[in-house]
């Protein structure tokens, strides 16, 4: 008899200044509604922040939210520091208002997804469940 897995750890974050959160908190929501396990971290998170609750939480994503216009600081900062905690099995994604020209570069450095205004959340949950794999020990 199979061993039922684990329900996905995904960490949802607000880095930075910006002071909107009312759209990582429905993500946090749909994913969790979704059957995931949710961290919401609040408002206004560094980097280090995050990724420390991640690690202390055997996060399997991040979701970021970035409506500030810091993303490319911000997500580099994120990508870098699980990089050094030897945390890159931790996937990480997000949402903002993040421009076209941005996504390529979030790419080459580690950002698995992007989701802008109007994204549904179906389409946000199902990415996750194909992009977010239960890596941790159980």
Same mark, same amino acid.
């Given at each position: 008899?199979?061993?039922?897995?684990?329900?996905? @750890?995904?960490?949802? &974050?607000?880095?930075?200044?910006?002071?909107?959160? @009312?759209?990582?908190?429905?993500?946090?929501?749909?994913?969790?509604?979704?059957?995931?396990?949710?961290?919401y971290t609040g408002l206004h998170q560094t980097p280090e922040q995050i990724v420390a609750t991640a690690i202390a939480e055997d996060a399997d994503?991040?979701?970021?939210?970035?409506?500030?216009?810091?993303?490319? +600081?911000?997500?580099?900062?994120?990508?870098?520091?699980?990089?050094?905690?030897? &945390?890159?099995?931790?996937?990480?994604?997000?949402?903002?208002?993040?421009?076209?020209?941005?996504?390529?570069?979030?790419?080459?450095?580690?950002?698995?997804?992007?989701? +802008?205004?109007?994204?549904?959340?179906?389409?946000?949950?199902?990415?996750? @469940? @194909?992009?977010?794999?239960?890596?941790?020990?159980?």
């Amino acid at each position: 008899m199979e061993t039922p897995s684990a329900p996905l @750890r995904i960490v949802v &974050a607000k880095p930075g200044l910006d002071g909107h959160d @009312r759209g990582a908190k429905v993500i946090a929501r749909a994913l969790r509604d979704a059957g995931m396990e949710v961290i919401y971290t609040g408002l206004h998170q560094t980097p280090e922040q995050i990724v420390a609750t991640a690690i202390a939480e055997d996060a399997d994503g991040i979701g970021l939210s970035v409506l500030s216009g810091a993303h490319m +600081t911000l997500f580099a900062r994120v990508t870098e520091l699980l990089k050094e905690s030897g &945390a890159t099995d931790i996937v990480v994604f997000g949402g903002g208002i993040i421009p076209e020209e941005d996504r390529a570069p979030l790419a080459e450095m580690g950002v698995a997804g992007i989701f +802008t205004p109007g994204a549904r959340m179906d389409e946000i949950v199902d990415w996750v @469940r @194909r992009n977010v794999r239960r890596t941790a020990s159980l």
